[in-house]
T-cell receptor, first 114, second 112 residues
Framework: AQSVTQLGSHVSVSEGALVLLRCNYSSSVPPYLFWYVQYPNQGLQLLLKYTTGATLVKGINGFEAEFKKSETSFHLTKPSAHMSDAAEYFC????????????FGKGMKLTVNP | SAVISQKPSRDICQRGTSLTIQCQVDSQVTMMFWYRQQPGQSLTLIATANQGSEATYESGFVIDKFPISRPNLTFSTLTVSNMSPEDSSIYLCSGQGYTEAFFGQGTRLTVV
């Protein structure tokens, strides 16, 4: 069965600093990987996804993530944090390698300090 | 993209009662799902809502506790039955489009 690990629950960065949110997964089949963002009182919004092909995936709002099979990782980065990036971020893997059911990590709350 | 509307957005309920959450999608989706997010926890899949037939439940979730209906492609309901404080969570509806899953804003349920 698939699983996702997001170590820690909260990260704080200064505005303009690098954002790095870590995600490691476990999957017995080639995974589909996702990052979702949840702003306060809103639903989850897809940031980016990896299915096949290029391992560096670019998403919305300047975020990108790199699929590293050897490290079973899919870390999310953004070169320069903005105040509007403050939200909760969830990493997810699709169950059974491509089905629509998602297995989520515990989420990471990002705070951006001025 | 699909827009998913859930209601109510929040509710406070007495233990022993039931609450039905509605989920409406503005366009057809291939599949619909219901997730639960307990305080400080990740999202956990409750079940897949199947059109016109019984939902498919994940391990640990049963139909008597979480009856689900999906009468058509764009609408589904989840009922949380005989509630206890342990059911206090955010419940999210999700619809699978052609390329991604879309989520409603969630229903924040507090059971007292």
């Amino acid at each position: 069965a698939q699983s996702v690990t997001q170590l820690g629950s909260h990260v704080s960065v200064s505005e303009g600093a690098l954002v790095l949110l870590r995600c490691n997964y476990s999957s017995s089949v080639p995974p589909y990987l996702f990052w979702y963002v949840q702003y306060p009182n809103q639903g989850l919004q897809l940031l980016l996804k990896y299915t096949t092909g290029a391992t560096l995936v670019k998403g919305i709002n300047g975020f990108e993530a790199e699929f590293k099979k050897s490290e079973t990782s899919f870390h999310l980065t953004k070169p320069s944090a903005h105040m509007s990036d403050a939200a909760e971020y969830f990493c997810a893997v699709s169950d059974q390698g491509g089905s629509e059911k998602l297995v989520f990590g515990k989420g990471m709350k990002l705070t951006v300090n001025p | 993209s699909a827009v998913i509307s859930q209601k109510p957005s929040r509710d406070i309920c007495q233990r022993g009662t039931s609450l039905t959450i509605q989920c409406q999608v503005d366009s057809q989706v291939t599949m619909m799902f219901w997730y639960r997010q307990q305080p400080g926890q990740s999202l956990t899949l409750i079940a897949t809502a199947n059109q016109g037939s019984e939902a498919t439940y994940e391990s640990g979730f049963v139909i008597d506790k979480f009856p689900i209906s999906r009468p058509n492609l764009t609408f589904s309901t989840l009922t949380v039955s005989n509630m206890s404080p342990e059911d206090s969570s955010i419940y999210l509806c999700s619809g699978q489009g052609y390329t991604e899953a879309f989520f409603g804003q969630g229903t924040r349920l507090t059971v007292v």
